[in-house]
C-alpha cells in the first residue's frame, strides 16, 4: 500500500477510534454506533473507507456484517505504531474501551440467560450435535482413572457418566442454574467424585496444570473467543494431557443461532486443527464421526490433541 495514502486513512481521528476497537474485538456496525456515539452511515462510511483500503474484513453472521482490524501490505508498522500511541492520544479511548467491555460483558450475559432458561431441559430437549454414537466413540478412548474439566457442562449428563470411573470430574458452566441443578442431582446421587463451578469458558476457575483431560462437547461454538477457550484449556492440562472436542462440524443454518444460542455455526476440520495448533496443542487428530439424518443434517466433528511437556 502506497505511504501517503495509508496515512490519509489513518488521519482521521473516527477511523482510528473505529480501527482501536475493531483490533481488540470483532463487532457489529450497531455495537460500534453504541460504542461510539456515532451516526450509523457515518460508521458505514468509514467502515467501507477502511474495507476499500484493506485496513478491515467482514464476515457474516446470520443477517449482520462482523468487521475486525486488518493490515493492508506495506502499512502493518505504520497500523501498529498507529494503534499503540493512539490510546494515549485520542481523548476519547477510555470511553470506548469501557463502551467496549460493556458490549462483551452484555454478549455473555444474553448467552449466559438462554441456558439458565435451559437448566433441566436439556435430556427432553433437541440440542444439535448430541449424539449417542459420537459420545461413545469419545468414551471408548478415555483412560481411567483421570481428573477430567468437562467444560459447559451444562446439567451434567456427560459429568455423572466420567464420574463413574474417573478419579475426580470438574464441571464447568456460566449458568448459576445449571451449576446448582448438576449439583444437586450429584448429591441426590451421591456422586462424590464431581464438583460443579460456575466460570467462563475463557476464564476457567481450574488451577494451571490441574487436570489429565479437557473435554469441550458442544460446547466451543457457544465461546466468544474460540481460540482463548482452547488456550484456557491448554493452561489447566498437565503436560502429557489430553483435550478433546466435540462439535458441530460448520454448517450453513443459521437459525441455530436463535434457536440453540449459537455464537459460530461449527468449525471445519481445519480451522479446529488450526486452533488447537495456536494453542501448542501437538498429536493433533480430527475426525467426523456423525450425520443427523434428519434436516439440517447437522454433523458431529471431533478433534483429539495433546498438551506435551
Given at each position: 500500500m502506497e505511504l501517503l495514502k495509508a496515512l490519509r486513512i489513518l488521519g482521521d481521528r473516527g477511523r482510528i477510534r473505529i480501527l482501536r476497537l475493531l483490533d481488540k474485538e470483532d463487532l457489529s456496525v450497531a455495537e460500534l454506533q453504541e460504542i461510539l456515539g456515532m451516526g450509523q452511515s457515518r460508521i458505514s462510511m468509514q467502515l467501507s473507507q477502511l474495507k476499500q483500503a484493506g485496513f478491515v474484513e467482514v464476515r457474516r453472521s446470520g443477517q449482520k456484517s462482523i468487521y475486525r482490524a486488518a493490515a493492508p501490505a506495506g502499512a502493518q508498522a505504520i497500523l501498529a505504531e498507529v494503534l499503540e500511541r493512539s490510546g494515549g492520544e485520542i481523548k476519547e479511548a477510555a470511553h470506548d474501551d469501557e463502551g467496549l467491555r460493556l458490549i462483551l460483558s452484555r454478549r455473555k450475559d444474553h448467552l449466559r440467560s438462554y441456558f439458565d432458561e435451559l437448566a433441566g431441559r436439556f435430556g427432553r430437549d433437541?440440542?444439535?450435535?448430541?449424539?449417542?454414537?459420537?459420545?461413545?466413540?469419545m468414551l471408548l478412548r478415555l483412560l481411567?482413572?483421570?481428573?477430567?474439566?468437562?467444560?459447559?457442562?451444562?446439567?451434567?449428563?456427560?459429568?455423572?457418566?466420567?464420574?463413574?470411573?474417573?478419579?475426580?470430574?470438574?464441571?464447568?458452566?456460566?449458568?448459576?442454574?445449571?451449576?446448582?441443578?448438576?449439583?444437586?442431582?450429584?448429591?441426590?446421587?451421591?456422586?462424590?467424585?464431581?464438583?460443579?463451578?460456575?466460570g467462563d469458558l475463557e476464564e476457567l476457575p481450574i488451577a494451571e496444570d490441574a487436570v489429565d483431560l479437557v473435554l469441550m462437547h458442544q460446547t466451543l461454538h457457544h465461546a466468544l473467543h474460540p481460540q482463548q477457550a482452547i488456550e484456557e484449556?491448554?493452561?489447566?492440562?498437565?503436560?502429557?494431557?489430553?483435550?478433546?472436542?466435540?462439535?458441530?462440524?460448520?454448517?450453513?443454518?443459521?437459525?441455530?443461532?436463535?434457536?440453540?444460542?449459537?455464537?459460530?455455526?461449527?468449525?471445519?476440520?481445519?480451522?479446529?486443527?488450526?486452533?488447537?495448533?495456536?494453542?501448542?496443542?501437538?498429536?493433533?487428530?480430527?475426525s467426523i464421526l456423525d450425520r443427523e439424518k434428519e434436516a439440517p443434517h447437522f454433523e458431529t466433528i471431533m478433534a483429539i490433541a495433546e498438551k506435551q511437556g
Open positions: 433437541y440440542v444439535p450435535g448430541r449424539s449417542w454414537k459420537a459420545l461413545s466413540e481411567p482413572p483421570l481428573v477430567i474439566a468437562d467444560l459447559g457442562a451444562g446439567e451434567g449428563t456427560l459429568a455423572l457418566l466420567l464420574a463413574q470411573r474417573a478419579e475426580r470430574v470438574i464441571a464447568v458452566d456460566n449458568s448459576q442454574k445449571m451449576v446448582e441443578y448438576g449439583t444437586g442431582v450429584a448429591q441426590r446421587n451421591g456422586v462424590q467424585n464431581l464438583e460443579y463451578r460456575l484449556a491448554w493452561r489447566v492440562l498437565r503436560p502429557g494431557g489430553r483435550i478433546v472436542i466435540l462439535d458441530l462440524l460448520k454448517h450453513d443454518f443459521e437459525a441455530a443461532r436463535e434457536l440453540y444460542g449459537d455464537v459460530w455455526s461449527g468449525f471445519s476440520q481445519v480451522e479446529l486443527i488450526e486452533l488447537l495448533r495456536k494453542a501448542q496443542f501437538q498429536k493433533i487428530e480430527s
